[in-house]
């Protein structure tokens, strides 16, 4: 059994060898064979857990990256994360089968395609696995962009960038916001670690971070998982290839916001809060989500928004489960815990189904050319294994028997049904909605999925409607996948406890670890319960839902009358503008293309820094005693030296400003040799002597000096800038004169005649100790030199010419 | 001797920086020179004034001023030199070109 930290990198190693396999064997082998590998080795991998886990054990591993900041490879798994990891490798292995018939190796950049799925399936098992909160984000951010890349994959075309970029910009947002969420909370919980954080319990709901906290990790989540009023990304996320489509947006990096919310309820779950947030967004988005996918006529798009809605739907239960927190253990607490039973339940379901479908979505929209229900029908006798699939993840999804989403949908009217006895939160208000709610939002659901059976293989076959006929069934290759699913979908309807023991109930402890500590936590699926109000519900959602699918016609015009200004989509575009034409206003502002500004920028920006943390630290310490005595010549040269810079500061004429600048800089030499500094001095005088003939060989060539015609406020600006920038420098010097942190260290060099033979001993330190240090000191030199000479030689000749003929 | 060089080498600083303000090229160029001459004061004076001999040995010294800024603004002063003799460069070339030493008339962003 390969370890935690091994399952996460494998993806990661092969992604680096698959240009390779790509160049050296794609015109024989589709490249997918190879990646092939990859998903499944984890998928095994990960199945001998399975035991183990299911007795309640958990699995933890820490590789040592940063230890001093407490930053470590740490990976761990309990029975929910390992849900999500066998769907994400056991989904990744039928949708990389899948890829392999649905992406023509000729014409297809496989080896991108396959990197940026890897780089994802890495990222997603990282995310699940980690067990440190900066961890997770950084494999959070991945998974944001390999969907990015993944989406826009097919980059020639504009709506796929347009579609990456919304993504990203609005999971990225989230993101952000996770991280600043997931700071809060470590600094309230005094720890980095996920598990720490849940071994804390509710403890932090006192802490005044708490509700920050949960705000913007939520915020983090519901992005990721496209809640109301973030869900906009996914439909144009649809860009992206079919299994591309079924594998990120249906089963697993959509669902990485649920997992984060199930996996943060031990500490958050409990508080009204949490409770109406996300429930009251889970339920406003399964709503808003498939309201909306009865109205599409691209399958993909309808899809997209049954998967919003079938988040929402996960969400919503997630929320009403942490109920049962609030209660502690006990018979109340166990009705509200089977909320989150079943919305782990659900998720599983949902990832069968929704993948099957979108599967075949991908095989129609490959064989016809077209996903469009206005040009499709009749495809019943032409697909029949695909109109079976099709018929059977729809049925699940619309939630009838015999399929696993009959069973969830019942756990879910079940919830609804009972949350409104909740004496706490306010529900006897507004428990009421939950239950209506959902039942209007399943109709809905009804209706969308009997528009994907019937408008796609009901009615009449219009073979000159296709863009690439005749249509025909897929190859067998590409319908395994979406098969081995449905086979899930029916089977878990029949033997829903197998997976319920093994699977369902340790992940149901591990989300609520302080009710499962007891022992009493199980629940046993069931098809039949009696007549019970969920099973009414059920039958009125067909009934409701048979005849509005009957009148679609009449009623679907409905939809025109919401105007198109108040869409979510029109909101993000006209935000989007806002930000542009704002921030380009902002930039305009400061960046005026004046050097004189740029500088009092820099100037400034220096002054409040270095002042502000020079008292901010205590750093401020004025110590005279250790000054050497002044000295009266010294003192005189001083004041010479800052008589002459002066007058460099009054004089009118080019010449004098010259002569003053040098003379500060032969005073230097003067106070050099005070100083005991007979190197610098040597050097100062050179130098100094050079920069003067070199200013005075220039200067015959540049303009007199301007009696500078400027308004007060231009000077005023300039001498306050002036005045602090000194300021700030005497007192940094005064306080490096007070304060003596080490000693200095340049008793080493003092032994330089014994290290390196040398009696000089700065001389010593430029071309001994630190020769190579002088080197590059020199190459920099030459460099300058080298651009002097450039600039002399250099005459735009090419531009004269341009200029002289324009 | 310390605290009279720190108001000295603030002074310097300060003048410098108004002269990198304002408008003229020469100016600006007058202005970063007098600004490295007083980060190098500045350096000479965190490192300790006269705390011994000049740092050389066999002269019967055996207490030495601090070698390690010395060292370190020997290196300073000869950049500096090649700055200011870029700059002074530049500027000649600029107002060759561009018939101008006025920043203000320098100012542009088409070519951002």
């Keep these: 059994m390969p370890g935690l930290f091994a399952l996460v990198i494998i993806p990661f190693l092969f992604s680096f060898i698959v240009p390779f396999l790509y160049k050296k064997f794609n015109n024989k082998i589709h490249t997918g064979w190879f990646v092939l590998i990859v998903p499944l080795v984890i998928f095994s991998s990960l199945i001998p857990y399975i035991a183990d886990i299911s007795s309640g054990k958990t699995v933890s591993e820490s590789i040592a990256w940063m230890p001093s900041l407490g930053l470590n490879f740490s990976f761990y798994m309990d029975g929910l994360n390992l849900i999500f990891g066998l769907l994400i490798s056991g989904i990744g292995t039928l949708v990389v089968v899948y890829s392999i018939y649905y992406l023509d190796k000729d014409k297809e950049s496989l080896h991108n395609f396959y990197i940026y799925l890897l780089l994802f399936m890495g990222a997603m098992l990282g995310v699940v696995f980690s067990d440190h909160v900066f961890l997770l984000y950084v494999f959070w951010e991945l998974t944001s962009i390999s969907s990015f890349l993944l989406i826009a994959y097919w980059y020639q075309r504009e709506k796929s960038r347009a579609g990456a970029l919304k993504s990203l910009l609005i999971t990225v947002f989230g993101g952000l916001a996770m991280l600043a969420g997931f700071i809060l909370l470590s600094l309230a919980g005094g720890t980095y670690r996920i598990t720490e954080l849940i071994g804390a319990g509710g403890d932090l709901s006192g802490h005044p971070f708490f509700l920050p906290a949960m705000i913007l990790i939520l915020l983090g989540a519901f992005t990721k998982s496209a809640q109301f009023p973030f869900s906009i990304w996914l439909p144009d996320a649809m860009e992206a290839p079919t299994p591309i489509s079924a594998y990120l947006h249906s089963a697993t990096m959509v669902k990485a916001g649920i997992y984060l919310v199930a996996r943060l309820t031990p500490v958050f779950g409990g508080s009204a809060e949490w409770f109406w947030i996300v429930s009251g967004v889970g339920l406003l988005t399964l709503l808003y989500g498939s309201v909306n996918a009865v109205r599409q006529y691209d399958l993909k798009a309808l899809l997209a928004y049954s998967t919003v809605s079938q988040l929402g739907l996960i969400m919503s239960l997630l929320g009403i489960g942490s109920a049962a927190l609030y209660f502690g253990y006990g018979d109340e607490s166990v009705v509200y815990a089977t909320a989150v039973f079943a919305a782990i339940f659900h998720l599983v379901n949902h990832s069968t189904f929704k993948g099957s479908l979108f599967m075949i979505i991908g095989i129609i929209d490959h064989e016809t050319g077209s996903r469009d229900i206005r040009r499709l029908g009749g495809l019943m006798h032409i697909m029949p294994v695909s109109f079976t699939i099709a018929v059977i993840g729809s049925f699940s999804m619309a939630g009838l028997p015999p399929f696993n989403g009959f069973l969830s949908k019942e756990m879910f009217f079940n919830a609804v049904v009972l949350i409104r006895d909740l004496p706490a939160f306010n529900m006897d208000t507004f428990g009421v909605l939950f239950p209506v709610v959902a039942w209007i939002a399943s109709v809905f659901t009804f209706i969308y999925s009997m528009i994907i059976v019937f408008k796609t293989f009901a009615g009449k076959y219009e073979e000159e409607r296709f863009i690439k006929p005749p249509a025909h069934e897929a190859p067998f290759g590409m319908l395994i996948p979406p098969i081995i699913l449905a086979l899930f979908v029916v089977g878990i309807f029949f033997f829903p406890n197998g997976l319920g023991r093994t699977l369902l109930e340790p992940a149901w402890h591990a989300v609520l670890p302080s009710l499962a500590g007891t022992g009493e936590l199980h629940y046993t699926i069931a098809a039949w319960h009696g007549w019970t109000t969920e099973l009414a519900m059920t039958i009125g959602v067909v009934a409701a839902g048979i005849i509005l699918y009957l009148t679609l016609k009449r009623w679907r015009s409905l939809y025109l009358y919401y105007p198109q200004r108040f869409t979510l989509n029109s909101i993000y575009y006209w935000l989007l503008g806002k930000m542009e034409s704002v921030s380009y206003k902002i930039t305009e502002k400061y960046m005026t293309g004046s050097a ?141 004169n007070g304060t003596r942190l080490f000693p200095s260290i340049s008793k080493y060099f003092e032994d330089s005649y014994e290290l390196a033979g040398a009696r000089n001993i700065v001389n010593a330190i430029l071309v001994d100790f630190r020769g190579f240090d002088t080197m590059l000191e020199i190459t920099v030199l030459t460099i300058a030199g080298l651009g002097v000479y450039a600039l002399i030689k250099l005459r735009l000749a090419g531009r004269d010419k341009d200029e002289n003929s324009g | 001797m310390e605290t009279v060089m720190s108001f000295a080498v603030g002074i310097l600083f300060a003048i410098g920086v108004y002269l990198v303000l304002t408008k003229s090229l020469l100016r600006i160029i007058l202005g970063t020179a007098l600004i490295g001459h007083a980060v190098n004061l500045l350096i000479l004076t965190m490192g300790g004034l006269k705390t011994g001999g000049a740092p050389l040995l066999g002269l019967g010294e055996t207490k030495f001023t601090d070698s390690l800024p010395q060292a370190l603004m020997l290196t300073a002063i000869v950049i500096n030199f090649a700055i200011t003799a870029l700059f002074l460069v530049l500027a000649y070339r600029a107002y060759q070109e561009l018939g101008t030493d006025d920043m203000e008339k320098l100012r542009g962003k088409q070519d951002e």
């Design chain 1, 596 to 736: 004189r500004h740029y500088m009092i920028y820099i100037f400034a920006f220096f002054i409040i820094v270095m002042g502000m943390s020079l008292f901010a630290s205590g750093g401020f310490t004025i110590d005279l005693s250790n000054d050497a005595p002044v000295n009266f010549y010294e003192l005189v040269i001083i004041i010479a030296m800052i008589l002459s810079a002066l007058t460099v500061l009054f004089s009118k004429s080019r010449i004098t400003s010259i002569i003053a600048v040098s003379a500060v800089g032969f005073f230097i030499v003067f106070l050099f040799v005070f100083f005991r500094a007979p190197d610098l001095a040597l050097t100062q005088l050179v130098v100094e002597t050079v920069s003067t003939v070199l200013f005075l060989l220039v200067f015959y060539h540049l303009p007199k000096l301007k009696k500078e015609i400027t308004r007060i406020r231009f000077k005023a600006v300039n001498a306050v800038i002036a005045v602090a920038s000194g300021l700030v420098v005497t007192l940094v010097a005064l306080a490096a």
